[in-house]
């Protein structure tokens, strides 16, 4: 019913930056809040950050003041924007939804494919 699918991933060195993108479609309602989370090998997923329908924004303390999340005029896609970029934040990164779906009064929490994002010299 919901699809989220990533972009904007790939290779960069230390200090560059990369804006990765994710677009939402399928029976939306409306999106509650949207989200970055990522995951590098052999730890848990955490929250990179999130941004709410009224425009409220969380960061995690390992990207605040290098990293911005957006939402467009429509509210269906979300950016974030990754400057100064470390190679600690070598991760997948995952696009997460919750929305409100059309049909059946129902709400649900989705998540996109992900899109790797490496920095390294």
């Known amino acids: 019913q919901v699809q989220l699918v990533e972009s904007g991933g790939g290779l960069v060195q230390p200090g560059g930056s990369l804006r990765l993108s994710c677009a939402a479609s399928?029976?939306?309602?409306?999106?509650?809040?949207m989200g970055w989370y990522r995951q590098a090998p052999g730890k848990e997923r955490e929250m990179v950050a999130t941004?709410?329908?009224?425009?409220?924004?969380n960061y995690a303390d390992s990207v605040k003041g290098r990293f911005t999340i957006s939402r467009d005029n429509g509210q269906k896609t979300v950016y974030l924007q990754m400057n100064s970029l470390k190679p600690e934040d070598t991760a997948v990164y995952y696009c997460?939804?919750?929305?409100?779906?059309?049909?059946?009064?129902?709400?649900?929490?989705?998540w996109g494919q992900g899109t790797q994002v490496t920095v390294s010299s």
């Open positions: 399928g029976s939306i309602f409306s999106i509650n809040a």
């Open positions: 997460n939804a919750d929305v409100f779906l059309k049909f059946y009064g129902r709400s649900g929490n989705y």
């Open positions: 941004i709410t329908s009224g425009g409220s924004t």
